[in-house]
Every structure is written in C-alpha cells, then in structure tokens.
C-alpha cells in the first residue's frame, strides 16, 4: 500500500517534503502515489484512512460498553445534596 511505501521509502518521504503536501491533502497524496506507480482516487484513500482508524473493540471492551460498567471496578456512588 502506498502509507507502506511512505514509510519506509525515504526518497518518496523527500518528494512529499519537497511538495510541502501533509497527510490531510488527499488529493495532493494521490498525485504523488499516481507518479510513483499507485492507482487510487481520493475517495477510495479517504475511506482506507477511515476504515484504518475504526479500532474493532474485544468483546470484554464490548461488554463494558454496552453494559455501562466501569472497567471491571467496583465504585461506590455517593449521594449529593
């Protein structure tokens, strides 16, 4: 994948230094991914970074979500007024 190719390609690092593009400039990082032999539209890159960001919870993580508990940890709740 291109971020792949990114990471550890240091004269492809240079180029998107050189171009003064940031990872937020879709349409400047397909430019540069089409020059270095990638093939993808700024919809489809936006979509891979969504879907890279959304973490899979456990299902313990899933349970103390849809449960309300606090993380396996007992708390005493105090009345105020």
Known sequence: MFFEELRTNEELKEKLKALGLSYEDL?????????????????ELKEICL?????????????????GGLLGKEKSHKRIG
Not at 31 to 40: N, Y
Not at 53 to 67: I, R
């Open 51 to 67: 879907s890279a960001a959304v973490k899979e919870l456990s299902l313990d993580e899933l349970n103390e979500v849809a449960g």
């Open 27 to 43: 349409e400047g990082l397909v430019s540069l991914a089409r020059e270095s032999g990638f093939d993808f539209t700024a919809d």
